[in-house]
Protein backbone atom coordinates (compact mmCIF):
# COMPACT_ATOMS: atom_id res chain seq x y z
CA UNK A 1 0.00 0.00 0.00
CA UNK A 2 1.36 3.50 -1.33
CA UNK A 3 -0.56 5.52 1.51
CA UNK A 4 -1.52 8.73 1.00
CA UNK A 5 0.07 10.52 -1.59
CA UNK A 6 0.02 14.31 -2.07
CA UNK A 7 1.27 16.78 -4.64
CA UNK A 8 3.16 19.12 -4.79
CA UNK A 9 5.39 18.33 -1.78
CA UNK A 10 5.79 22.06 -2.06
CA UNK A 11 4.13 24.73 -3.80
CA UNK A 12 5.58 28.68 -4.08
CA UNK A 13 3.22 30.95 -5.60
CA UNK A 14 2.49 35.14 -5.70
CA UNK A 15 -0.40 36.44 -4.56
CA UNK A 16 -3.71 36.40 -6.12
CA UNK A 17 -2.06 33.11 -8.26
CA UNK A 18 -4.33 29.90 -8.29
CA UNK A 19 -2.84 26.63 -5.99
CA UNK A 20 -4.53 23.61 -6.76
CA UNK A 21 -3.41 20.87 -4.01
CA UNK A 22 -4.00 17.27 -4.65
CA UNK A 23 -4.13 14.29 -2.43
CA UNK A 24 -4.76 10.30 -3.27
CA UNK A 25 -6.21 7.95 -0.60
CA UNK A 26 -5.31 5.01 0.42
CA UNK A 27 -7.99 2.67 -1.83
CA UNK A 28 -10.98 1.21 -0.16
CA UNK A 29 -10.70 4.42 2.49
CA UNK A 30 -14.40 5.99 2.58
CA UNK A 31 -13.23 9.03 4.29
CA UNK A 32 -11.17 12.02 3.35
CA UNK A 33 -9.45 14.61 5.30
CA UNK A 34 -8.11 18.02 4.29
CA UNK A 35 -5.93 19.87 6.85
CA UNK A 36 -4.09 22.64 7.72
CA UNK A 37 -1.24 23.44 9.74
CA UNK A 38 0.63 26.59 11.13
CA UNK A 39 2.34 27.36 13.83
CA UNK A 40 -0.17 29.86 15.42
CA UNK A 41 -3.32 27.70 14.88
CA UNK A 42 -1.51 24.29 14.77
CA UNK A 43 -3.86 21.61 13.41
CA UNK A 44 -7.03 22.64 11.80
CA UNK A 45 -9.10 20.85 9.99
CA UNK A 46 -10.62 22.51 6.96
CA UNK A 47 -13.22 20.00 5.00
CA UNK A 48 -13.93 16.33 4.87
CA UNK A 49 -15.45 13.82 2.58
CA UNK A 50 -17.75 10.86 3.13
CA UNK A 51 -17.54 8.64 -0.17
CA UNK A 52 -16.67 11.78 -2.10
CA UNK A 53 -19.29 13.87 -0.79
CA UNK A 54 -18.13 16.65 1.69
CA UNK A 55 -20.04 16.56 5.09
CA UNK A 56 -18.48 19.22 6.73
CA UNK A 57 -17.11 22.23 5.42
CA UNK A 58 -17.07 24.70 8.10
CA UNK A 59 -13.48 25.03 8.65
CA UNK A 60 -12.67 26.02 5.33
CA UNK A 61 -11.98 29.62 5.91
CA UNK A 62 -13.35 31.64 3.44
CA UNK A 63 -14.64 31.53 -0.13
CA UNK A 64 -11.16 31.46 -1.58
CA UNK A 65 -10.89 27.88 -0.28
CA UNK A 66 -13.00 25.35 -2.46
CA UNK A 67 -12.56 21.38 -2.49
CA UNK A 68 -13.54 18.85 -4.43
CA UNK A 69 -13.75 14.97 -4.61
CA UNK A 70 -15.19 13.90 -7.88
CA UNK A 71 -13.97 10.01 -7.07
CA UNK A 72 -12.81 7.49 -4.85
CA UNK A 73 -9.17 8.19 -5.57
CA UNK A 74 -8.65 11.48 -5.91
CA UNK A 75 -9.06 14.87 -4.03
CA UNK A 76 -8.00 18.66 -5.05
CA UNK A 77 -8.32 21.57 -2.49
CA UNK A 78 -7.74 25.07 -4.28
CA UNK A 79 -7.44 28.24 -3.04
CA UNK A 80 -8.27 31.41 -5.66
CA UNK A 81 -6.79 33.92 -5.15
CA UNK A 82 -4.02 33.09 -2.77
CA UNK A 83 -2.69 35.48 -0.02
CA UNK A 84 0.79 35.17 2.04
CA UNK A 85 -1.69 34.17 5.43
CA UNK A 86 -2.37 31.51 3.54
CA UNK A 87 1.05 29.69 3.83
CA UNK A 88 1.33 26.52 5.72
CA UNK A 89 1.29 22.81 5.48
CA UNK A 90 -1.46 21.15 4.07
CA UNK A 91 -2.37 17.65 4.82
CA UNK A 92 -4.70 15.05 3.39
CA UNK A 93 -5.62 12.04 5.41
CA UNK A 94 -7.73 9.36 5.00
CA UNK A 95 -9.39 6.67 6.89
CA UNK A 96 -12.26 3.55 7.08
CA UNK A 97 -14.30 4.11 9.22
CA UNK A 98 -17.10 1.59 8.44
CA UNK A 99 -17.30 -1.10 11.05
CA UNK A 100 -13.76 -0.48 11.46
CA UNK A 101 -14.34 2.27 14.03
CA UNK A 102 -10.74 2.19 15.59
CA UNK A 103 -9.14 2.56 11.92
CA UNK A 104 -6.81 5.43 12.44
CA UNK A 105 -6.52 8.57 10.51
CA UNK A 106 -3.61 7.79 7.48
CA UNK A 107 -1.21 10.90 6.90
CA UNK A 108 -0.05 12.15 3.47
CA UNK A 109 3.40 13.75 3.99
CA UNK A 110 1.45 17.37 3.27
CA UNK A 111 2.00 20.01 0.65
CA UNK A 112 4.65 23.15 2.35
CA UNK A 113 2.83 26.10 0.85
CA UNK A 114 4.45 29.30 0.36
CA UNK A 115 2.93 32.81 -0.75
CA UNK A 116 4.80 35.28 -1.45
CA UNK B 1 -18.09 20.53 22.30
CA UNK B 2 -15.22 18.21 21.56
CA UNK B 3 -11.86 19.41 22.69
CA UNK B 4 -8.45 18.13 23.25
CA UNK B 5 -6.06 19.28 25.56
CA UNK B 6 -2.31 18.79 25.86
CA UNK B 7 -0.95 21.25 28.96
CA UNK B 8 2.40 20.69 28.22
CA UNK B 9 3.93 22.85 25.32
CA UNK B 10 7.21 21.30 25.39
CA UNK B 11 9.00 18.62 27.92
CA UNK B 12 12.48 17.23 27.58
CA UNK B 13 13.94 14.01 28.35
CA UNK B 14 17.41 12.67 29.21
CA UNK B 15 18.27 9.64 26.58
CA UNK B 16 17.52 6.43 27.64
CA UNK B 17 14.99 8.03 30.62
CA UNK B 18 11.11 7.81 30.56
CA UNK B 19 8.65 10.72 30.01
CA UNK B 20 4.94 10.91 30.41
CA UNK B 21 3.31 13.71 27.83
CA UNK B 22 -0.04 14.50 29.15
CA UNK B 23 -3.52 14.53 27.63
CA UNK B 24 -7.01 15.46 28.71
CA UNK B 25 -10.29 15.53 26.82
CA UNK B 26 -14.07 16.57 26.97
CA UNK B 27 -16.81 14.56 26.10
CA UNK B 28 -19.97 13.32 26.86
CA UNK B 29 -19.88 9.70 24.97
CA UNK B 30 -19.52 6.90 26.23
CA UNK B 31 -18.21 4.76 23.30
CA UNK B 32 -14.72 6.75 21.30
CA UNK B 33 -11.07 5.90 20.77
CA UNK B 34 -8.04 7.95 21.36
CA UNK B 35 -4.50 7.87 19.36
CA UNK B 36 -1.50 9.34 19.61
CA UNK B 37 0.25 10.63 16.51
CA UNK B 38 4.03 11.26 16.31
CA UNK B 39 5.58 14.29 13.87
CA UNK B 40 9.36 14.54 13.17
CA UNK B 41 10.66 17.29 11.79
CA UNK B 42 10.28 15.12 8.04
CA UNK B 43 6.73 16.88 9.61
CA UNK B 44 5.35 13.27 7.89
CA UNK B 45 2.19 12.32 10.73
CA UNK B 46 2.94 8.90 12.56
CA UNK B 47 0.84 6.80 14.51
CA UNK B 48 2.46 5.84 17.60
CA UNK B 49 -0.77 3.88 19.93
CA UNK B 50 -4.17 4.12 19.46
CA UNK B 51 -6.66 3.14 22.21
CA UNK B 52 -10.13 1.97 22.31
CA UNK B 53 -12.63 3.43 25.21
CA UNK B 54 -14.40 0.40 25.84
CA UNK B 55 -10.85 -1.34 26.55
CA UNK B 56 -9.85 -1.37 30.31
CA UNK B 57 -6.33 -2.74 29.60
CA UNK B 58 -3.86 0.17 28.43
CA UNK B 59 -2.38 -0.24 25.11
CA UNK B 60 1.21 -0.68 24.65
CA UNK B 61 3.28 -0.67 21.33
CA UNK B 62 7.13 -1.34 22.18
CA UNK B 63 8.50 1.08 24.08
CA UNK B 64 5.07 3.29 24.28
CA UNK B 65 2.05 2.92 26.43
CA UNK B 66 -0.49 4.44 27.47
CA UNK B 67 -2.49 5.67 30.78
CA UNK B 68 -6.22 5.69 30.10
CA UNK B 69 -8.02 6.75 32.96
CA UNK B 70 -11.77 7.23 31.34
CA UNK B 71 -13.13 8.59 34.22
CA UNK B 72 -10.95 11.46 34.88
CA UNK B 73 -10.95 11.87 30.54
CA UNK B 74 -7.33 11.51 31.01
CA UNK B 75 -4.46 9.89 28.08
CA UNK B 76 -1.21 10.49 28.70
CA UNK B 77 1.78 8.27 26.59
CA UNK B 78 4.71 7.20 28.96
CA UNK B 79 7.72 6.75 26.18
CA UNK B 80 10.36 4.34 28.06
CA UNK B 81 13.75 4.13 26.71
CA UNK B 82 13.84 7.70 25.03
CA UNK B 83 15.96 7.49 21.85
CA UNK B 84 17.06 10.47 19.86
CA UNK B 85 14.50 9.46 17.31
CA UNK B 86 11.75 10.06 19.88
CA UNK B 87 12.42 13.74 19.58
CA UNK B 88 9.26 15.16 17.72
CA UNK B 89 5.71 16.74 18.47
CA UNK B 90 3.26 14.52 19.70
CA UNK B 91 -0.30 15.17 19.12
CA UNK B 92 -3.27 13.74 21.13
CA UNK B 93 -6.23 12.80 18.97
CA UNK B 94 -9.66 11.73 20.13
CA UNK B 95 -12.34 10.05 17.92
CA UNK B 96 -15.97 9.84 19.26
CA UNK B 97 -17.89 7.08 17.12
CA UNK B 98 -19.04 9.59 14.39
CA UNK B 99 -16.75 10.95 11.50
CA UNK B 100 -14.27 13.69 12.90
CA UNK B 101 -11.22 13.64 14.79
CA UNK B 102 -10.18 16.37 17.20
CA UNK B 103 -6.33 16.82 17.95
CA UNK B 104 -4.35 18.67 20.92
CA UNK B 105 -2.00 21.22 19.89
CA UNK B 106 0.99 19.36 20.47
CA UNK B 107 3.89 19.05 22.92
CA UNK B 108 7.46 19.17 21.48
CA UNK B 109 9.65 16.31 22.72
CA UNK B 110 13.81 17.45 23.11
CA UNK B 111 15.43 13.94 23.84
CA UNK B 112 19.36 14.87 25.18
CA UNK B 113 21.99 13.11 24.75
Known amino acids: DAGVIQSPRHEVTEMGQEVTLRCKPISGHDYLFWYRQTMMRGLELLIY????????DSGMPEDRFSAKMPNASFSTLKIQPSEPRDSAVYFC??????????????FGNGTRLTVT | AQTVTQSQPEMSVQEAETVTLSCTYDTSESDYYLFWYKQPPSRQMILVIRQEAYKQQNATENRFSVNFQKAAKSFSLKISDSQLGDAAMYFC??????????FGTGTSLTVIP
Open chain 1, 93 to 106: ASSLLGLQYNSPLH
Open chain 1, 49 to 56: FNNNVPID
Open chain 2, 93 to 102: AYRPLGNQFY
